[in-house]
């Protein structure tokens, strides 16, 4: 990221702290420096989108009632790259077929095919 990316970084990341409870022993200058360290690499965009749907309560994986761990954003930043990355791709009309890898719902569900509805449509 840039420099002007990592202060809007900073920023959305402020945000989202101020949109879940904090301790009042929480150290939001390191707390911001760890986040930032973890998500160094990523694109803003898909870090503010990834932001976006914690705060909505999107995100299936993590309890609505607390902010996500960097670990847990990072998680979220990735899957918003890969979302990215296939809707170019299906926009430059590279994508001629489902994507067969399981990914991250796979992985939740625990049998490595993924939700019902994906695997029949898949087969």
């Keep these: 990221m840039t420099t002007a990316e990592l202060q809007q970084a900073t920023k959305a990341l402020a945000a989202m702290f101020s949109c879940f409870p904090q301790s ?3 150290d939001v200058e390191m707390q911001l420096r760890g986040y930032l360290g ?3 690499d990523a694109e ?7 932001i976006q749907r914690f705060v909505r309560g999107e995100v299936r994986s993590c309890n609505a009632q ?3 761990s960097s670990a847990q954003l990072c ?6 790259r890969v ?3 296939l809707l170019a791709r299906r926009g430059a009309g590279l994508v001629s077929s489902p994507v067969r890898s399981g990914g991250e719902a796979a992985r939740r569900s625990g049998d ?3 939700d019902a ?3 029949a449509r898949a087969d």
Excluded at 44 to 50: M, N, P, R, S, V
Excluded at 75 to 80: A, N, W
């Design 24 to 26: 009042a022993l929480t």
């Design 38 to 40: 973890a998500i160094r």
């Design 44 to 50: 803003l965009g898909d870090l503010q989108a990834a």
């Design 66 to 68: 607390f902010c996500p």
């Design 75 to 80: 998680i979220e930043v990735r899957e918003r």
């Design 83 to 85: 979302m990215r990355e």
């Design 112 to 114: 490595g095919e993924g």
């Design 117 to 119: 509805v994906g695997h």
